[in-house]
């Protein structure tokens, strides 16, 4: 019996440190889940401005370049010899300032590459966390498992323990049934060893008058 409740014991305490350990990794899971929802909202938010930096960039470029040959087949068109100095001059600044939006347009791509490089990596540190993820609703459900296994074992000895105390409790009444049947038994055995002695005693004095007598 005192083995069984130790058993008994031990079990339900591995149950309730697996509910325990459930909680625990219940609740670093939606915490880790929130951290991934946040950071794949981010994400989201740096790819769609990525796009929107690179439309904005390739009109703006095209757009640029458009003006300028405008304005340069115009300013030809329009040209005479006295003016041919001074459209010139006009025309390196053109030229200049297009080559200072390349320049610009350049480094905006570098950002872009930059960024890209950036969101791959978030990408990567996501796919991380997806797998770890994955990984402890693994560990979770074993422990669901293990903790029913070990509800349903607790419930198999609670079980199995009734029973051994109703034998015990019936064997422990039969005993003490056995125990007054046999003082019983005892008193009847006192009582008539005495009648037979006294019966002995009797049939002892007659023969001994009928001695005397005869």
Not at 37 to 50: A, D, K, P
Not at 134 to 151: M, Y
Request: negative net charge.
């Amino acid at each position: 019996m005192f083995c069984m409740d130790e058993e008994v014991e031990d079990v339900l305490w591995r149950l309730f440190e697996a509910e325990n350990a459930v909680e625990i990794l219940m609740g670093i899971s939606k915490e880790i889940i929130g951290h991934l929802q946040i950071n794949q909202f981010s994400l989201n938010s740096s790819i769609q401005r990525e796009g929107e930096m690179r439309y904005k960039l390739g009109i703006s470029s095209a757009s640029f370049h458009k003006s300028i040959e405008t304005r340069i087949e115009t300013l030809e068109a329009n040209l005479v010899s006295p003016e041919l100095s001074e459209m010139k001059v006009v025309i390196e600044d053109l030229e200049v300032h297009l080559l200072e939006v390349e320049t610009k347009a350049e480094t905006a791509e570098a950002k872009c590459s930059l960024l890209e490089e950036v969101l791959n990596e978030e990408l990567a540190l996501l796919k991380d966390m997806e797998n770890l993820i994955n990984d402890l609703k693994s560990k979770v459900l074993r422990a669901e498992i293990i903790a029913e296994k070990s509800k349903a074992k607790c419930a198999s000895l609670s079980e199995t323990n009734s029973e051994l105390n109703e034998e015990v409790s019936f064997s422990r009444d039969r005993m003490e049934s056995l125990e007054t049947s046999l003082h019983q038994a005892d008193e009847e055995n006192t009582i008539t060893a005495n009648e037979i002695n006294k019966r002995a005693k009797v049939i002892t004095d007659m023969v001994m008058q009928l001695a005397r007598e005869t």
